[in-house]
């Protein structure tokens, strides 16, 4: 039987989007499940309630590859997903082996922002780079980062944290995993959101925002605002953006890359964001890199790169069986 379709999976902190992906690339069908369950065999038991419909759909199991499945804490070369503070059911968790043994097809394993950068490489915007960091904005921020057309998983694979990386910022945020002033902790969307919180409080300019119970104020309200042409919305982006601009002129020494690629729903904000972090880019850049590297706002949904990249891990990499 012709193999003729892949799975990709990618493992949000809440919510786990399905893909099934042919040889094309295309994304032929979607479903989405719950992340957030109590114990790890109610979490199995969705994705294959959800996976046995569309496998159907395709004709049935004898047309799928295998399966890719992301997540931010999970280990490639072992297969677990380690100590996800996300999820209650984690632990040390063999979860490719899991799902193998439940749906009876191949598993392979990898880390979100890892799997963005293979579905941008491969049909995104990197299309024929061999050297870029993607940054993946959104509730986490992840890296992902391809040298010489590889990615680059590290010693013991957790090389993509890079959303832990100090900033520098004295103003002593503290981060979710505990330590201070990481960049997650004002370029995600929390960290935006605690931005304004701490801008309604220290500005007196008037903005739309403060019209909404600070404890109901999402990162949407302030995209929206910052469009609408609120002043105070357009600070939290351009404060973020000069973090953001000012961290990547370091990082590109770290591979000097061709490209940053910015996914995610924060990457996608506004104009504003953007050139605030091009015009921190390059005040801060070191002289020899000055025009050599491009920054890059990802065209692709953040979880159908991440479901496109795991769909190419079915197809090319050593599986876990069933
Ligand atoms: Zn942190």
Redesign the pocket.
Same mark, same amino acid.
Do not use: F, S
């Given at each position: 039987m012709i193999k003729t379709f892949a799975i990709g999976i990618d493992m949000g902190n809440t919510t786990t989007s399905i893909g099934i992906v042919d040889t094309q690339g295309n994304i032929i069908s979607k479903s989405s499940v719950k992340t957030d369950y109590q114990h790890i065999a109610e979490y199995i038991d969705a994705i294959y309630n959800h996976l046995s419909v569309l496998i159907e759909q395709q004709g049935g199991i004898d047309y799928i590859k295998g399966i890719g499945i992301s997540s931010s804490d999970g280990n490639y070369f072992t297969g677990c997903v380690e100590f996800a503070p996300e999820h209650t059911w984690s632990g040390n968790t063999p979860i490719a082996q899991i799902l193998a043994d439940k749906l009876q097809l191949p598993v392979t394993l990898t880390n979100g922002a890892n799997a963005a950068a293979m579905g941008e490489m491969e049909y995104g915007i990197a299309q024929g780079m061999k050297d870029f960091i993607l940054l993946s904005l959104d509730n986490e921020v992840c890296r992902g980062a391809v040298a010489n057309g590889e990615i680059i998983y590290g010693h013991k694979i957790f090389s993509g944290k890079s +959303?832990?990386i100090n900033v520098h910022n004295d103003r002593g945020r503290i981060?979710?995993? +505990?330590?201070k002033d990481?960049?997650?902790?004002y370029c995600s969307t929390d960290g935006i959101i605690t931005t304004t919180l701490e801008l309604l409080i220290s500005s007196k300019e008037t903005s739309t925002l403060r019209n909404i119970p600070q404890n109901e104020l999402t990162f949407e309200n302030i995209y929206e605002a910052s469009i609408q042409g609120d002043s105070l919305a357009k600070e939290v982006f351009r404060f973020t953006g000069d973090i953001l601009g000012q961290l990547l002129s370091d990082l590109i020494a770290y591979s000097s890359p061709k490209a940053f690629i910015l996914s995610g729903k924060v990457a996608k904000s506004n104009e504003f964001f953007m050139q605030a972090i091009q015009k921190s880019f390059e005040e801060n850049l070191l002289q020899i890199y000055i025009g050599k590297t491009k920054i890059l706002t990802s065209d692709i949904e953040n979880s159908d790169a991440i479901i496109l990249g795991t769909s190419l891990l079915a197809w090319n990499s050593k599986l876990v069986e069933a």
């Open positions: +959303g832990h981060c979710k995993c +505990g330590r990481c960049l997650e902790a």
